[in-house]
């Protein structure tokens, strides 16, 4: 199996930066693509930004364009996203996933149910 493990959330004011990082363990030949996803109290899940197994794919949700960036080291089993200029509506839980790398899975998705793994999440907090 793949284990997710996110950490690097926290509490932060408007206007700030966050880095967070998502390190997988297990079987880490089968991780394809990753994505980061968000869910605020009373919404729904949301994706945030996604990468694909090599790196040169990315997509971003339109709310985080131009202050988020995703990034991966695959030698560290390691993805990253770098929060810039946070906002209070950036408040959520952040998850890490990843997708199974066989049958397209290196590919970037913004779609959660193509994700075959997820980590348990880690808190991001803007305060206004």
């Known amino acids: 199996q793949v284990q997710l493990v996110e950490s690097g959330g926290g509490l932060v004011q408007a206007g700030g930066s966050l880095r967070l990082s998502c390190t997988a363990s297990g079987l880490t030949f089968r991780i394809g693509a990753m994505g980061w996803f968000r869910q605020a109290p009373g919404k729904e899940r949301e994706s945030v930004a996604a990468i694909s197994w090599s790196g040169d794919g990315t997509y971003y949700t339109e709310s985080v364009k131009g202050r988020c960036t995703i990034s991966r080291e695959n030698a560290k089993n390691t993805v990253y996203l770098q929060m810039n200029n946070v906002k209070p509506e950036d408040t959520a839980v952040y998850y890490c996933?990843?997708?199974?790398?066989?049958?397209?899975?290196?590919?970037?998705?913004?779609?959660?149910?193509?994700?075959?793994?997820w980590g348990q999440g880690t808190q991001v907090t803007v305060s206004a």
């Open positions: 996933a990843a997708r199974f790398r066989g049958q397209g899975g290196t590919a970037v998705s913004p779609d959660a149910a193509v994700y075959n793994y």
